[in-house]
């Protein structure tokens, strides 16, 4: 069973900042093309942020310049930094990693991947 854990949801105001993680210890994160896709409520699954296996990063449109995604080798883990957060980022986020070699501008909008988190919600107050 391969598991990757999201942490770091949670409430936030708008105009704040959030960090969520992404971690595994079943595999390296650098050697994954991994993405963070977000469900609003009532919405299908959504691509916000996609990083490759060369870390060349890719954002949707609605969070470009707000949003940013990292990687950790040392700590194994994924990282998406959410700033300026608006009410229509209020969603679940999921952790999603593919053995695709597809840059991230092929990686953002797939959906179909080898693994996905559970999920971590955030929510957007005020």
């Known amino acids: 069973q391969v598991q990757l854990m999201e942490s770091g949801g949670g409430s936030v105001q708008a105009g704040g900042s959030l960090r969520l993680s992404c971690t595994t210890s079943?595999?390296?994160?650098?050697?994954?093309?991994m993405s963070w896709v977000r469900q609003r409520p009532g919405q299908e699954r959504d691509g916000v942020a996609s990083?490759?296996?060369?870390?060349?990063?890719a954002y949707a449109t609605s969070v470009r310049g707000r949003f940013v995604i990292s990687r950790d080798a040392a700590k194994n883990t994924l990282y998406l930094q959410m700033n300026n957060v608006i009410p229509e980022d209020m969603a679940m986020y999921y952790c999603?990693?593919?053995?695709?070699?597809?840059?991230?501008?092929?990686?953002?909008?797939?959906?179909?991947?080898?693994?996905w988190g559970r999920g971590t919600q955030v929510t957007v107050s005020s």
């Open positions: 999603a990693a593919t053995t695709s070699d597809d840059s991230a501008y092929y990686l953002l909008p797939r959906t179909e991947y080898n693994y």
């Open positions: 990083i490759s296996k060369r870390g060349v990063a």
């Open positions: 079943e595999f390296i994160i650098n050697n994954y093309g």
